[in-house]
């Protein structure tokens, strides 16, 4: 079964920026889509950002314009790249392919000054 490493995670102040690592155990030709998740305290897992095989990309509303996701087929690597980070993004955050198997520890993501 496919399995998901995150990395890249730590603290930042608002405004900052950060860059997420997600790396897959299998090659990213076999997944048509991958996607990153966050879960803040308190709150469900919400979907943030996804790519497809193809190259389109969708984001959510809270972060349209300030994450990229691309993928890196070499290296079978899903990279999030945040920036103008605010304190409500502060977050587990995890990827995952569609539909989503089983959960890496994800990567803390904490947006404070």
């Known amino acids: 079964q496919v399995q998901f490493v995150e990395s890249g995670g730590g603290l930042v102040q608002p405004g900052g920026s950060l860059k997420l690592t997600c790396a897959a155990s299998?090659?990213?030709?076999?997944?048509?889509?991958t996607d990153w998740y966050r879960q803040a305290p308190g709150k469900q897992r919400e979907l943030v950002a996804s790519?497809?095989?193809?190259?389109?990309?969708n984001y959510s509303d809270s972060v349209k314009g300030r994450f990229a996701i691309s993928r890196d087929y070499a290296k079978n690597t899903v990279y999030l790249q945040m920036n103008s980070l605010k304190p409500e993004d502060t977050a587990v955050y995890y990827c995952?392919?569609?539909?989503?198997?089983?959960w890496g520890q994800g990567t803390q993501v904490t947006v404070s000054s």
């Open positions: 995952n392919g569609r539909p989503p198997v089983t």
């Open positions: 299998i090659s990213m030709f076999r997944l048509r889509f």
């Open positions: 790519i497809g095989s193809g190259g389109f990309s």
